[in-house]
């Protein structure tokens, strides 16, 4: 038996959760997963994964949801903590958008234009990953490092080509503003999504995080198997039409999955191609990164 699945969840205790737009706050809540929790929750909203991440380095948040490109970025800027649960999609909800009006038709037209994304997150991910595949120089492509509400306006006003961003945000721009895709993380990308939680909650409130994963999971399996439903609570929580919710959602549907060897393989590749493309000063060896200890959480 696992320390998180023998361990008792003490009287009092408090778990602090870091999300991002329409990620597991949204999906539990949507799930009915949030009743009667022994412990209590308290929800972080941040913008990105970077500084959601920063503030799990920081011990502001005990446990946060990012996909692996960034994670990667904070484990090997010697962030305190440890992948204890994972997800695995297609990478198709990440996209390099242009607007409808661009004269960029595919991607071979990107060489030489500007892209907006922000530094170590899935987006620049995809990019590199790009660049990878055209066999280009990184220099052959201009990437401006925003955040994703200054990517949008800076795509609205022509100050950027393209866009590289995710889930939401990529169906809002398609559906709202007529935005297409040049380029999909669909077989570029692992597609994996991580939680991450500090060395600090693991030691003191293992129980409380185990019970965290298992009502996580099995919310997105709710959400897998009624979209419709989901997209209806979705669009209320975040603010979106239902129709973006759902396209959002149905582009790469998580599924959860168990920390094994191949987890552990796909996110040395992603820590490889970071070192390749100089981002990351050392290589980062993924191994140690994960703790399977909390494999029973997922069902």
Same mark, same amino acid.
């Not at 959760?17 to 412990?39: F, H, T």
């Not at 990440?94 to 060489?111: E, K």
């Not at 892209?115 to 990953?129: F, Q, Y």
């Not at 595949?133 to 080509?161: F, Y």
């Given at each position: 038996?696992? #320390?998180? &699945?023998?361990?008792?969840?003490?009287?009092?205790? $408090? =778990?602090?959760?870091?999300?991002?737009?329409?990620?597991?706050?949204?999906?539990?809540?949507?799930?009915?997963?949030?009743?009667?929790?022994?412990? !209590?929750?308290?929800?972080?909203?941040?913008?990105?994964? @970077?500084?959601?991440?920063?503030?799990?380095?920081?011990?502001? $948040?005990?446990?946060? &949801?990012?996909?692996?490109?960034?994670?990667?970025?904070?484990?090997?800027?010697?962030?305190?903590?440890?992948?204890?649960?994972?997800? #695995?999609?297609?990478?198709?909800?990440? /996209?390099?958008?242009?607007?409808?009006?661009?004269?960029?038709?595919? $991607?071979?037209?990107?060489?030489?234009?500007?892209?907006?994304?922000? !530094?170590?997150?899935?987006?620049?991910?995809?990019?590199?990953?790009? %660049? +990878?595949? *055209?066999?280009?120089?990184?220099?052959?492509?201009?990437?401006?490092?925003?955040?994703?509400?200054?990517?949008?306006?800076?795509? @609205? /006003?022509?100050? %950027?080509?393209?866009?590289?961003?995710?889930?939401?945000?990529?169906?809002?721009?398609?559906?709202?503003?007529?935005?297409?895709?040049?380029? /999909?993380?669909?077989?570029?990308? /692992?597609?994996?999504?991580?939680?991450?939680?500090?060395?600090?909650?693991?030691?003191?409130?293992?129980?409380? =995080?185990?019970?965290?994963?298992?009502?996580?999971?099995?919310?997105?399996?709710?959400?897998?198997?009624?979209?419709?439903?989901?997209?209806?609570?979705?669009?209320?929580?975040?603010?979106?039409?239902?129709?973006?919710?759902?396209?959002?959602?149905?582009?790469?549907?998580?599924?959860?999955?168990? %920390?094994?060897?191949?987890?552990?393989?796909?996110? *040395?590749?992603?820590?490889?191609?970071?070192?390749?493309?100089?981002?990351?000063? +050392? #290589?980062?060896?993924?191994?140690?990164?994960?703790?399977?200890?909390?494999?029973?959480?997922?069902?």
């Amino acid at each position: 038996m696992s #320390r998180a &699945a023998s361990a008792a969840i003490a009287p009092g205790t $408090v =778990l602090r959760a870091g999300d991002q737009k329409a990620g597991n706050q949204a999906v539990m809540k949507a799930a009915g997963v949030l009743d009667n929790l022994p412990y !209590r929750l308290e929800w972080k909203q941040f913008g990105a994964a @970077a500084p959601l991440l920063e503030a799990l380095n920081a011990e502001a $948040v005990d446990i946060g &949801a990012a996909s692996d490109s960034p994670t990667t970025f904070a484990l090997a800027a010697g962030l305190r903590g440890r992948v204890i649960g994972a997800s #695995r999609g297609t990478g198709a909800g990440t /996209s390099i958008i242009v607007p409808a009006s661009s004269p960029i038709q595919a $991607v071979a037209d990107l060489r030489g234009k500007k892209i907006g994304t922000n !530094r170590g997150s899935v987006g620049h991910a995809l990019v590199l990953a790009v %660049i +990878e595949k *055209q066999g280009w120089k990184p220099e052959d492509v201009h990437i401006a490092n925003l955040m994703p509400a200054d990517a949008k306006a800076a795509l @609205a /006003s022509g100050a %950027i080509d393209a866009w590289s961003t995710w889930n939401t945000y990529v169906a809002q721009a398609r559906l709202n503003d007529g935005a297409r895709i040049v380029a /999909s993380g669909a077989g570029l990308l /692992s597609g994996q999504n991580f939680q991450t939680a500090t060395v600090t909650a693991i030691d003191a409130r293992p129980a409380a =995080l185990a019970d965290y994963l298992r009502r996580l999971n099995i919310a997105w399996r709710w959400a897998a198997a009624n979209p419709d439903a989901y997209a209806a609570v979705l669009s209320a929580e975040i603010g979106v039409s239902v129709p973006v919710a759902k396209l959002a959602f149905q582009t790469d549907i998580p599924v959860p999955v168990a %920390i094994d060897d191949s987890v552990v393989a796909s996110e *040395q590749r992603t820590a490889d191609r970071y070192l390749a493309a100089k981002l990351l000063r +050392e #290589r980062l060896d993924a191994g140690p990164v994960f703790d399977r200890s909390f494999n029973g959480a997922v069902g």
